[in-house]
């Protein structure tokens, strides 16, 4: 009859015997296991009592038994099989560990079925008797992107992944459940283990040598690589092909200048590129960890990558854990937040194992160190860090421009030098000739150039507290359009505070009251002994308990989840005892009382809040009173108190934030409520895993790029969602930034386009980040956000310039070439002293490069020009940038021509020269005015190019910039003025103020501040025009806030139209609630009346304004619509405050009101311009 009612799954065993505590006894499946031990102990059964069933069923030959520490529960046991015990034998033990258990069965079924009928069986088989329970453990989570792993959706994400290793013989490991007073489980490994002596210095140096150093491995460049990189990069390479070709033809003046430049050029790029790595090397140095370890049979205190397996090490409050150890003895509580992204610290025990990079909070325990550097939990991301992420974006634009350049260049050199050929011109002038053109079309120092003005904005950066070890991180910065922000610690303070919101539930009764009262439920007079003391007594007015005796203290115990303490205060005694809500609830007679705290502690959960409950209880006579709940103090890792601001600020700039945390999704929501950010806020079950192959799937922007986009946060994640959360916005064409400070946001922030590190940041997240931030918070980077915006006008400045004043020489020599033959110009007799003037015109090579030094010399000072910043990610429209170089290259050109041609035909009666009443001009002073002019005007271009769509002298330019430009046209004045009469580069040349007239270089100088302006105008309306008719979408590209979009209709990337407005949307809402917030508060301050009533009118026609903050699709035109109503809602209720709400705080509402204004007007210019794509 017994057996009859057993479960039909009994003899279908999936999965081999384990032990587990004698109070948990549930070997079979489902209930089975535990209604026997209830059952057996019911009548009695010396068969199956609780220790000998547990015996019944383990297989001594596969099982170990340890004792666990007091107070703690063992939820699994994972064995190790001896040495040499084969799978078959293995097999044939579970069969037998089977058989057993059945024959067990029957034993117990003639045994007590006369005893037991089937009613009291069942009864006892659904009846809890408060006997615990096995529940699966949920997975750890892993260090490294694993093929085809995604945890299950309702496991806790901020667990620590360890593995089974071998210390010293046999290890048996377990997972013990440490229970804290919040209510919040901790699942640590419990490992058995020798502990260790300590070592001499000898034995530490030869595990030193075998093992290597504990610190985490860097690929590093080596500084002599840098340097001849330098050399073969395509502009280089241009400039030594032009420096053989001098040699070839034994032009060795120009070889040597041609030498001279490029190393020149190596040098500084060299010295640029290695100093953000000297930062951050004397950054790590700087924060170099230490270590107290046993050698030689004394503590001593020693750098901690000198740390070898097995060392002893003396870990103690305060301290960095230096290495994977194993705990000794004691009890220490750890900070794992750096790992977990776990804002309360976690109870450690003997065999426990402490993670390299958490923290020592409280206690101090001898350890046996486990692993070291790359061995380490911490060491072991590495390998995901180490992987190439390819080419920068500044390095694929400045590589488009430049092959731009030099596939020109090419055809136009060659074109010219098959010409020269043909018109039978000798070999060496052929090539002496196309050497010059091909000097004259490179660019030499464009990426000196870049990487000058990019160091001095790092160091401008470095001040403000973020040091930049990848120099082009900083146009990313700039181009950012969504920041993925780590939690705990960067949105958070990383700490627990108590809350303003203090419900009682006993009269006279407050949070300071309150606080007392939680106080007296731990030992006050002694330093703290867990995170919810330290909350307490770190809040608590201490100097309130003076007059407080304690006779008795119950410590807290995971089996009763609270502290007692039995105080005398003013004669009188009682109880006060601190704990979880429902412990202390269940210990008080308030029925209705305890439905009330109930429900407030249900709201407070689904706000992520968590809630600690003090009760009291009296002494009545020898005896104490029933418990009377006094209230519930709440707490939160509280936002960062410039946060809010600095969201706001990125916001208003263009950028998405989004959260992403491995802490709870209520607790998520709430923060993100606090700052702003939304409520959308997703769990794991949606997000992506790794591909079957454990690489990245390509199509993630197409199955999650939408959902991720819309999302204002992502809880209970992974180091692996962190990853392809970057991956899958990435894909879908946004820039995208990442912060974070531990090991499990390391391979994150490789990945992201700008990783940035914050203040107090591992090593792991150090080396993989682009920023490291040596100040709290987000608001440095918002700053620094700001430099790299102005940074990128700079270059933007400096390329513009670079590609006009190229195509002006290059198409000036080539178009000379063809049309302006000097000796068709040669006057004769009026120059009869001179030679005949050459066939075509070249300039010397050395006169080239004086112009190529003085101009990038110069613009080298770009790096301290005046710019304003834009507010939305910059972009490389290049098509939009090659037009406006185009346009101010071919007036510059044009000016040029028309120069050459006025000065070859000087000593025509009725040229220009001529009726201007100026004389003819020798061939070498045409040479030196071209000269002179072609200097000239590409500095007055560079002023041009500066100011982008408006006329020059729309933004004053720097000081710096001025003196640098001004004596740069200085010398090449005096250079042009007073050059040497004679042959330069077989050339002839002479300065233009020898001789009887030396008024030339005052006339080529209004020459060409005139063609200036004209220049200026020109490029003005070209602008218009591209405006006018969206050329080149130069209207919608930075409306569409995706990198790599221009348009809403991108046929390459479908999610652009979700780009559009979708920021503005977000900040629109948040303007509006706070708005309300400030309404509602100035509207509690009120007295009753007029101004109340219009108060109350204006939150309510503000909570009618709210928008959509989701991204714009098919209804574009109703979108705009409603973005419309919204505007012209606000203006009427900006009228109402106007007119009935005085003081400060209607300034305050008219502010926000002004400023809903400007977001609502940006929203709709966004959507209207999508609406028309």
């Given at each position: 009859?017994?057996?009859?009612?057993?479960?039909?799954?009994?003899?279908?065993?999936?999965?081999?015997?384990?032990?587990?505590?004698?109070?948990?006894?549930?070997?079979?499946?489902?209930?089975?296991?535990?209604?026997?031990?209830?059952?057996?102990?019911a009548?009695?059964?010396?068969v199956?009592?609780?220790?000998?069933?547990?015996?019944?069923?383990?297989?001594?030959?596969?099982?170990r038994?340890?004792r666990?520490?007091?107070?703690?529960?063992?939820?699994?046991?994972?064995?190790?099989?001896?040495?040499?015990?084969?799978?078959?034998?293995?097999?044939?033990?579970?069969?037998?560990?089977?058989?057993?258990a059945?024959?067990?069965?029957?034993s117990?079924?003639?045994?007590?079925?006369?005893?037991?009928?089937s009613?009291?069986?069942?009864?006892?088989?659904?009846?809890?008797?408060?006997?615990p329970?096995?529940?699966?453990?949920?997975?750890?989570?892993?260090?490294?992107?694993?093929?085809?792993?995604?945890?299950?959706?309702?496991t806790?994400?901020?667990?620590?992944?360890?593995?089974?290793?071998k210390?010293?013989?046999?290890?048996?490991?377990?997972?013990t459940?440490?229970?804290?007073?919040g209510?919040e489980?901790?699942?640590?490994?419990?490992?058995e283990f020798?502990?260790?002596t300590?070592?001499?210095?000898?034995?530490?140096?030869?595990?030193?040598?075998?093992?290597g150093?504990?610190?985490?491995?860097?690929k590093?460049?080596?500084s002599?690589?840098?340097?001849?990189?330098?050399?073969?990069?395509p502009?280089?390479?241009?400039?030594?092909?032009?420096?053989?070709?001098?040699?070839?033809?034994?032009?060795?003046a120009?070889?040597?200048?041609?030498?001279?430049?490029?190393?020149?050029?190596?040098?500084?790029?060299?010295?640029?590129?290695?100093?953000?790595?000297?930062?951050?090397?004397?950054?790590k140095?700087?924060?170099k960890?230490?270590?107290?370890?046993?050698?030689?049979?004394k503590?001593?205190t020693?750098?901690?990558?000198s740390?070898?397996?097995?060392d002893?090490?003396?870990?103690?409050?305060?301290?960095?854990?230096?290495a994977?150890c194993?705990?000794?003895?004691?009890?220490?509580?750890?900070?794992?937040?750096?790992?977990?992204?776990e804002?309360?610290?976690?109870?450690?025990?003997?065999?426990?194992s402490a993670?390299?990079?958490s923290?020592?909070?409280?206690?101090?325990?001898?350890?046996?160190?486990?692993?070291t550097?790359?061995?380490?939990?911490?060491?072991?991301?590495?390998?995901?860090?180490?992987?190439?992420?390819?080419?920068g974006?500044?390095?694929?634009?400045l590589?488009?421009?430049?092959?731009?350049?030099?596939?020109?260049?090419?055809?136009?050199?060659?074109?010219?030098?098959?010409?020269?050929?043909?018109?039978?011109?000798s070999?060496?002038?052929?090539?002496?000739?196309t050497?010059?053109?091909?000097?004259?079309?490179?660019?030499i120092?464009?990426?000196?150039?870049?990487?000058?003005?990019?160091?001095l904005?790092?160091?401008?950066?470095?001040?403000?507290?973020?040091?930049?070890?990848?120099?082009?991180?900083?146009?990313?910065?700039?181009?950012?359009?969504?920041?993925?922000?780590d939690?705990?610690g960067?949105?958070?303070?990383?700490k627990?505070?108590?809350?303003?919101?203090?419900?009682?539930?006993?009269?006279g009764?407050?949070q300071?009251?309150?606080?007392?009262y939680?106080?007296?439920?731990?030992?006050?007079?002694?330093?703290p002994?867990?995170a919810?003391?330290?909350l307490?007594?770190?809040?608590?007015?201490?100097?309130?308990?003076?007059?407080?005796e304690?006779?008795?203290?119950?410590?807290?115990d995971?089996?009763?989840?609270?502290?007692?303490g039995t105080?005398?205060?003013?004669?009188?005694?009682?109880?006060?005892?601190?704990?979880?809500?429902?412990?202390?609830?269940?210990?008080c007679?308030d029925q209705?009382m305890?439905?009330?705290a109930?429900?407030?502690?249900?709201?407070?959960?689904?706000?992520?809040?968590?809630?600690?409950?003090?009760?009291?209880?009296r002494?009545?006579?020898d005896?104490?009173?029933?418990?009377?709940?006094?209230?519930?103090?709440?707490?939160?890792?509280?936002?960062?108190?410039?946060?809010?601001?600095?969201?706001?600020?990125a916001?208003?700039?263009g950028?998405?934030?989004?959260?992403?945390?491995?802490d709870?999704?209520?607790?998520?929501k709430?923060?993100s409520?606090?700052?702003g950010?939304?409520?959308n806020?997703?769990?794991?079950?949606?997000?992506?895993?790794?591909?079957?192959?454990?690489?990245?799937?390509?199509d993630?922007?197409?199955?999650?790029?939408?959902?991720?986009?819309e999302?204002?946060?992502f809880?209970?994640?992974?180091p692996?969602?962190?990853?392809?959360?970057?991956?899958t916005?990435?894909?879908?064409?946004?820039?995208?930034?990442?912060?974070?400070d531990?090991?499990?946001?390391?391979?994150?922030?490789?990945?992201?386009?700008?990783?940035?590190?914050?203040?107090?940041?591992?090593?792991?997240?150090?080396?993989?980040?682009?920023?490291?931030?040596?100040?709290?918070?987000?608001?440095?980077?918002?700053?620094?956000?700001?430099?790299?915006?102005?940074i990128?006008?700079?270059?933007?400045?400096f390329?513009?310039?670079r590609?006009?004043?190229?195509?002006?020489?290059?198409?000036f020599?080539?178009?000379?070439?063809?049309?302006?033959?000097?000796?068709?110009?040669?006057?004769?007799?009026?120059?009869?002293?001179?030679e005949?003037w050459?066939?075509?015109?070249?300039?010397?090579?050395?006169?080239?490069?004086?112009?190529?030094?003085l101009?990038?010399?110069t613009?080298?000072?770009?790096?301290?020009?005046?710019?304003?910043?834009?507010?939305?990610?910059?972009k490389?429209?290049?098509?939009?940038l090659f037009m406006?170089?185009?346009?101010?290259?071919?007036?510059?050109?044009?000016s040029?021509?028309?120069?050459?041609?006025?000065?070859?035909?000087?000593?025509?009666?009725?040229?220009?020269?001529?009726?201007?009443?100026?004389?003819?001009?020798?061939?070498?002073?045409?040479?030196?005015?071209i000269?002179l002019k072609?200097?000239?005007?590409?500095?007055?271009?560079?002023?041009?190019a500066?100011?982008h769509?408006?006329?020059?002298w729309?933004?004053?330019?720097?000081?710096?910039?001025?003196?640098?430009?001004?004596?740069?046209?200085?010398i090449?004045?005096?250079?042009?003025?007073?050059?040497?009469?004679g042959?330069?580069?077989?050339?002839p040349?002479?300065?233009l103020?020898?001789?009887?007239?030396?008024?030339?270089?005052?006339?080529?100088?209004?020459?060409?501040?005139?063609?200036?302006?004209?220049?200026?105008?020109?490029?003005?309306?070209?602008?218009?025009?591209?405006?006018?008719?969206?050329?080149?979408?130069?209207?919608?590209d930075?409306?569409?806030?995706?990198?790599?979009?221009?348009?809403?209709?991108?046929?390459?990337?479908?999610?652009?139209?979700n780009?559009?407005?979708?920021?503005e949307g977000?900040?629109?809402?948040?303007k509006?609630q706070?708005?309300?917030?400030?309404?509602?508060?100035?509207?509690?301050?009120?007295a009753?009346?007029?101004?109340?009533?219009?108060?109350?009118r204006?939150?309510?026609g503000?909570?009618?304004?709210?928008?959509?903050?989701?991204?714009?699709?098919?209804?574009?035109?109703?979108?705009?619509?409603?973005?419309?109503?919204?505007?012209?809602?606000?203006?009427?209720?900006?009228?109402v405050?106007d007119?009935?709400?005085?003081?400060?705080a209607?300034?305050?509402?008219?502010?926000?009101?002004?400023?809903?204004?400007?977001?609502?007007?940006?929203?709709?210019?966004?959507?209207?311009?999508?609406?028309?794509q």
């Amino acid at each position: 009859h017994f057996l009859s009612l057993l479960p039909s799954s009994l003899p279908a065993f999936t999965r081999p015997p384990r032990v587990f505590g004698v109070r948990e006894a549930n070997c079979f499946p489902g209930s089975v296991g535990p209604a026997f031990a209830r059952a057996s102990t019911a009548v009695n059964c010396p068969v199956l009592a609780p220790q000998l069933f547990a015996q019944q069923f383990t297989a001594p030959a596969l099982h170990r038994h340890r004792r666990v520490p007091r107070g703690r529960q063992v939820k699994t046991v994972r064995t190790s099989t001896r040495r040499g015990y084969s799978a078959r034998e293995q097999a044939h033990e579970r069969t037998h560990v089977r058989t057993r258990a059945f024959c067990c069965v029957v034993s117990a079924a003639r045994f007590f079925a006369p005893r037991l009928t089937s009613d009291t069986f069942r009864g006892l088989c659904s009846k809890d008797l408060s006997l615990p329970t096995r529940r699966p453990t949920p997975p750890a989570p892993p260090p490294r992107l694993r093929p085809g792993r995604r945890p299950p959706d309702d496991t806790r994400a901020n667990m620590v992944d360890v593995s089974a290793n071998k210390l010293e013989g046999k290890i048996v490991e377990e997972k013990t459940k440490e229970v804290d007073p919040g209510g919040e489980d901790h699942d640590i490994e419990v490992k058995e283990f020798t502990p260790a002596t300590g070592f001499s210095t000898d034995e530490a140096a030869a595990l030193l040598k075998e093992w290597g150093r504990n610190e985490l491995e860097e690929k590093t460049t080596p500084s002599w690589l840098i340097y001849l990189r330098m050399l073969y990069q395509p502009m280089p390479i241009m400039i030594w092909i032009a420096t053989i070709i001098e040699g070839a033809i034994e032009n060795w003046a120009d070889f040597g200048i041609l030498l001279a430049i490029q190393f020149i050029n190596a040098t500084l790029g060299w010295y640029e590129t290695t100093k953000a790595g000297d930062a951050v090397a004397a950054l790590k140095a700087s924060l170099k960890p230490l270590a107290t370890a046993k050698r030689d049979g004394k503590w001593t205190t020693l750098d901690a990558g000198s740390l070898v397996p097995g060392d002893l090490v003396l870990l103690g409050s305060g301290s960095a854990v230096p290495a994977d150890c194993l705990i000794n003895h004691g009890t220490i509580d750890v900070d794992q937040s750096a790992l977990t992204g776990e804002s309360l610290p976690v109870t450690m025990h003997k065999g426990n194992s402490a993670k390299m990079g958490s923290m020592v909070v409280r206690g101090e325990v001898e350890a046996t160190v486990e692993f070291t550097g790359k061995n380490t939990f911490f060491g072991k991301t590495a390998s995901m860090l180490q992987q190439d992420t390819g080419m920068g974006h500044l390095q694929k634009m400045l590589l488009k421009i430049m092959m731009v350049l030099v596939g020109l260049s090419i055809v136009l050199c060659f074109t010219c030098f098959g010409y020269l050929l043909g018109t039978g011109i000798s070999f060496r002038e052929s090539i002496s000739f196309t050497v010059v053109l091909l000097v004259a079309s490179i660019p030499i120092a464009i990426e000196i150039v870049c990487t000058t003005t990019l160091a001095l904005g790092s160091r401008q950066m470095a001040t403000m507290g973020a040091i930049v070890t990848r120099l082009a991180a900083i146009e990313d910065l700039a181009g950012m359009n969504m920041l993925c922000s780590d939690k705990t610690g960067t949105l958070t303070l990383n700490k627990m505070v108590i809350q303003e919101d203090t419900p009682t539930f006993m009269a006279g009764v407050d949070q300071r009251a309150l606080l007392r009262y939680a106080a007296m439920a731990a030992k006050w007079k002694e330093p703290p002994r867990d995170a919810l003391d330290t909350l307490v007594l770190t809040t608590v007015d201490m100097a309130s308990m003076e007059g407080v005796e304690m006779i008795d203290y119950m410590p807290f115990d995971p089996t009763i989840k609270r502290t007692e303490g039995t105080v005398i205060e003013d004669g009188k005694t009682f109880r006060t005892t601190k704990g979880a809500p429902n412990i202390i609830f269940q210990l008080c007679d308030d029925q209705a009382m305890r439905k009330a705290a109930d429900t407030l502690v249900q709201s407070f959960g689904q706000r992520g809040i968590r809630a600690l409950a003090v009760a009291i209880s009296r002494k009545e006579g020898d005896d104490f009173g029933p418990w009377e709940l006094v209230g519930m103090l709440t707490f939160l890792d509280p936002p960062r108190p410039d946060t809010k601001e600095t969201v706001r600020r990125a916001m208003e700039f263009g950028v998405d934030v989004k959260m992403i945390t491995g802490d709870h999704v209520l607790i998520a929501k709430e923060t993100s409520r606090v700052l702003g950010l939304g409520l959308n806020v997703k769990d794991a079950k949606g997000l992506p895993s790794m591909g079957e192959d454990g690489k990245v799937p390509k199509d993630l922007h197409k199955t999650h790029g939408a959902m991720m986009m819309e999302a204002d946060g992502f809880a209970q994640v992974y180091p692996e969602h962190k990853y392809l959360i970057v991956e899958t916005l990435r894909q879908c064409g946004l820039a995208v930034g990442m912060t974070g400070d531990g090991v499990n946001d390391a391979p994150a922030l490789k990945r992201a386009d700008v990783g940035v590190a914050v203040q107090g940041a591992t090593d792991a997240a150090r080396a993989a980040a682009d920023i490291v931030l040596t100040e709290p918070g987000l608001s440095t980077i918002v700053e620094g956000m700001v430099i790299a915006r102005r940074i990128f006008q700079r270059m933007k400045t400096f390329i513009n310039y670079r590609i006009a004043a190229t195509l002006q020489l290059l198409f000036f020599f080539f178009i000379a070439l063809f049309s302006f033959k000097p000796i068709d110009y040669y006057p004769g007799e009026a120059v009869a002293n001179e030679e005949p003037w050459p066939e075509f015109f070249s300039l010397p090579v050395i006169m080239l490069m004086l112009i190529t030094i003085l101009n990038d010399g110069t613009l080298i000072s770009i790096g301290y020009d005046n710019v304003n910043p834009s507010h939305m990610p910059e972009k490389w429209n290049l098509r939009a940038l090659f037009m406006t170089s185009i346009i101010l290259g071919v007036v510059a050109m044009g000016s040029s021509l028309l120069l050459l041609w006025a000065c070859l035909d000087s000593y025509n009666p009725d040229g220009i020269f001529q009726k201007w009443g100026l004389p003819g001009l020798p061939y070498g002073k045409i040479i030196t005015s071209i000269y002179l002019k072609v200097s000239i005007s590409d500095f007055l271009t560079l002023f041009s190019a500066r100011t982008h769509e408006g006329l020059f002298w729309t933004s004053r330019p720097s000081v710096i910039l001025l003196i640098c430009a001004g004596l740069a046209l200085t010398i090449s004045t005096i250079l042009g003025s007073l050059w040497p009469k004679g042959q330069t580069d077989h050339v002839p040349t002479e300065g233009l103020a020898l001789g009887d007239y030396t008024l030339m270089p005052l006339w080529i100088w209004v020459y060409c501040i005139v063609w200036w302006w004209i220049q200026d105008v020109i490029k003005v309306c070209g602008y218009w025009v591209m405006h006018r008719f969206n050329i080149f979408n130069i209207n919608t590209d930075k409306l569409v806030n995706m990198r790599a979009a221009e348009a809403a209709n991108d046929k390459k990337h479908k999610l652009a139209r979700n780009s559009v407005g979708l920021v503005e949307g977000k900040l629109l809402n948040a303007k509006i609630q706070d708005a309300i917030e400030k309404v509602e508060h100035a509207e509690k301050a009120a007295a009753p009346g007029i101004q109340r009533k219009s108060l109350q009118r204006v939150s309510a026609g503000l909570r009618m304004s709210r928008v959509s903050g989701q991204p714009i699709g098919k209804g574009d035109a109703e979108a705009g619509r409603s973005v419309e109503d919204v505007h012209k809602q606000v203006e009427q209720l900006q009228q109402v405050v106007d007119a009935e709400i005085k003081g400060p705080a209607g300034e305050e509402i008219r502010q926000d009101m002004e400023s809903i204004k400007k977001t609502a007007a940006r929203l709709m210019i966004a959507r209207k311009s999508a609406s028309r794509q």
